[in-house]
């Protein structure tokens, strides 16, 4: 089975550019999350959604940032304008519903890079 | 106060030794407590999860959990060069949406010497 897809898996842009992030989750997987890790903060999580909704985006770390689900199997994590802070590898993990102890599966993640 | 805290390390072993890894956490009413896997230049793995206090075993992994303290543990017996990666804790929450979102320490780096 595929697992959670993630494009690209480099981006390297100079800021003030915006940059589109792509996940598509594991199929029949009705969470879908946003994370950010960097080496000062770890795996933070920006937004979450649950069947194409988005629940929770307290974690988006200004309004530059965006995230959409048009569907089940697609998001979309953007960043306009970007800035050098912005540099981290960002991914994309997805879960089955039911038990919230379900385990999530992460993508191999999008390294991101603003000059 | 992090919510979730982890010693960065590195934490070197040699190889067959029991690796030790800890984590604390701030919120009092966590249920629900991970560990993750993570190599370099890779994506996190669950290796193990732990819901109840005491201990849990899978393999060579062995889960420890006091709500009392606070505290989940791993420890990682007869350690292997392979086991050389970052492990990060991860706490769920318990009220309403939190319940689907996991908070993650910064993760321990372990170095098994060969």
């Known amino acids: 089975d595929a697992g959670v897809i993630q494009s690209p898996r480099h981006e390297v842009t100079e800021m003030g550019q915006e940059v589109t992030l792509r996940c598509k989750p594991i199929?029949?997987?009705?969470?879908l999350f946003w994370y950010r890790q960097t080496m000062m903060r770890g795996l933070e999580l920006l937004i979450y959604?649950?069947?194409?909704?988005?629940?929770?985006d307290s974690g988006m770390p200004e309004d530059r940032f965006s995230a959409k689900m048009p569907n089940a199997s697609f998001s979309t994590l953007k960043i306009q304008p970007s800035e050098p802070r912005d540099s981290a590898v960002y991914f994309c993990?997805?879960?089955?519903?039911?038990?919230?102890?379900?385990?999530?599966?992460f993508g191999d993640g999008t390294r991101l890079s603003i000059l | 106060q992090k919510e979730v805290e982890q010693n960065s390390g590195p934490l070197s072993v040699p190889e067959g030794a029991i690796a030790s890894l800890n984590c604390t956490y701030s919120?009092?009413?966590?249920?629900?407590f991970f560990w993750y896997r993570q190599y370099s230049g890779k994506s996190p793995e669950l290796i193990m999860s732990?819901?109840?206090?005491g201990d849990k075993e899978d393999g060579r992994f062995t889960a420890q959990l006091n709500k009392a303290s606070q505290y989940v543990s791993l420890l990682i017996r007869d350690s292997q060069p392979s086991d050389s990666a970052t492990y990060l804790c991860?706490?769920?929450?318990?009220?309403?949406?939190?319940?689907?979102?996991?908070?993650f320490g910064t993760g321990t780096l372990l170095a098994v010497q060969p």
């Open positions: 199929s029949g997987h009705d969470y």
């Open positions: 919120d009092r009413v966590s249920q629900s």
């Open positions: 732990i819901y109840s206090n």
């Open positions: 991860a706490v769920k929450g318990r009220r309403g949406g939190a319940t689907n979102k996991l908070i």
């Open positions: 993990a997805s879960r089955s519903t039911g038990n919230s102890n379900q385990p999530q599966h």
């Open positions: 959604f649950n069947n194409n909704v988005p629940i929770d």
